[in-house]
């Protein structure tokens, strides 16, 4: 009556560990600005989401066309919904809040 595990293995595992995957995560990098599609970060991790899951689309996951970067927590919320959890509901104060962290100066102003 459990879940077979084959249900939630990472289908694309065995392609991340190729140095072919290596070599493209470079150039998804490179073309989308080494910032997050979505919104626009540089910092933090970066991944290199399939836009089209490996696990339905196989065929797919060395075409870069199908890849394109995002932080970590764009992923996570793409992913989620994917996996038929609900989107998650913002309200206007948080999506200012998350801005002005965002507008903050990355680097540390000298001292006067």
């Known amino acids: 009556m459990g879940v077979k595990r084959d249900e939630w293995r990472r289908f ?3 392609v991340l560990k190729t140095r072919r995957w290596q070599v493209l995560r470079q150039i998804v990098l490179e073309r989308d600005g080494w910032a997050c599609v979505d919104c626009g970060t540089k910092r933090g ?10 696990r339905s ?3 797919l996951a ?3 066309a199908n890849c394109a ?6 992923h996570t919320k793409k992913t989620r919904i994917e996996c038929g959890h609900p989107a998650p509901i ?8 998350a ?3 965002a507008d903050l100066p990355t680097q540390p ?3 006067t």
């Open 69 to 74: 970067t995002r932080c970590s927590s764009c």
């Open 90 to 97: 913002r309200s206007p104060e948080r999506d200012a809040w």
């Open 109 to 111: 102003t000298p001292a």
């Open 62 to 64: 060395f075409d870069p």
């Open 99 to 101: 801005q002005a962290v």
């Open 45 to 54: 991790r970066l991944e290199i989401d399939h836009v089209r899951p490996v």
């Open 12 to 14: 694309s595992r065995p």
């Open 57 to 59: 689309n196989p065929e």
